[in-house]
């Protein structure tokens, strides 16, 4: 089970990549309430894209249970309601991995003993499954390079990785 937070999401999807993974994954994906809102609250193309998802139920929507969490969880690790609700919900089903390419969240995640998984880690898996070709992979990351937030290390990193070396 992945557990996807807005970030991560509309990343994938400005780079293609969402259509391919949701194509391929055999296990059980899903986001809370407080992403549903915020992905497809906009007429942009992704979200339309993942609303269609949605519809199609490639992506669940569950509602977390626990809301004092998410607040506490917002509170201490300044993160907003969506990327709260995503951590909760992966404490609440026990099993998952989060999606997320926030930095709080992320850092919330190694403290709670969360797994996750970043944009750059699909893109990194999709080369490697065969899914994208290197040459696919590095066109991508260098997409995902101008509208995400990562460090030149984790680019060069990933680039390295996509290369094979």
Same mark, same amino acid.
């Given at each position: 089970?992945?557990?996807?937070?807005?970030?991560?999401?509309?990343?994938?999807?400005?780079?293609?990549?969402?259509?391919?993974?949701?194509?391929?994954?055999?296990?059980?994906?899903?986001?809370?309430?407080?992403?549903?809102?915020?992905?497809?609250?906009?007429?942009?193309?992704?979200?339309?894209?993942?609303?269609?998802?949605?519809?199609? %139920?490639?992506? #669940?929507? !569950? =509602?977390? &249970?626990?809301?004092?969490?998410?607040? *506490?969880?917002?509170?201490?690790?300044?993160? +907003?309601?969506?990327?709260?609700?995503?951590?909760?919900?992966?404490?609440?089903?026990?099993?998952?991995?989060?999606?997320?390419?926030?930095?709080?969240?992320?850092?919330?995640?190694?403290?709670?003993?969360?797994?996750?998984?970043?944009?750059?880690?699909?893109?990194?898996?999709?080369?490697?499954?065969?899914?994208?070709? %290197?040459?696919? #992979?590095? !066109? =991508?990351? &260098?997409?995902?390079?101008?509208?995400? *937030?990562?460090?030149?290390?984790?680019?060069? +990193?990933?680039?390295?990785?996509?290369?094979?070396?």
């Amino acid at each position: 089970m992945i557990i996807f937070d807005s970030s991560t999401l509309i990343l994938l999807t400005r780079i293609d990549v969402l259509d391919l993974f949701l194509s391929s994954f055999e296990g059980t994906v899903i986001i809370p309430e407080k992403v549903r809102l915020e992905v497809t609250r906009s007429d942009k193309e992704d979200a339309e894209s993942i609303n269609r998802h949605i519809e199609d %139920k490639k992506i #669940g929507v !569950v =509602k977390v &249970k626990n809301v004092a969490l998410v607040k *506490r969880l917002m509170d201490d690790f300044s993160i +907003d309601a969506g990327e709260a609700e995503a951590l909760t919900l992966a404490g609440e089903k026990k099993a998952g991995i989060v999606a997320t390419d926030d930095r709080n969240a992320i850092r919330a995640c190694k403290l709670l003993k969360l797994e996750f998984v970043t944009a750059v880690s699909f893109l990194i898996r999709a080369v490697e499954k065969g899914v994208l070709s %290197k040459d696919e #992979g590095i !066109v =991508k990351l &260098k997409k995902l390079q101008s509208i995400g *937030r990562y460090s030149k290390q984790i680019l060069d +990193d990933a680039a390295r990785q996509i290369q094979g070396g």
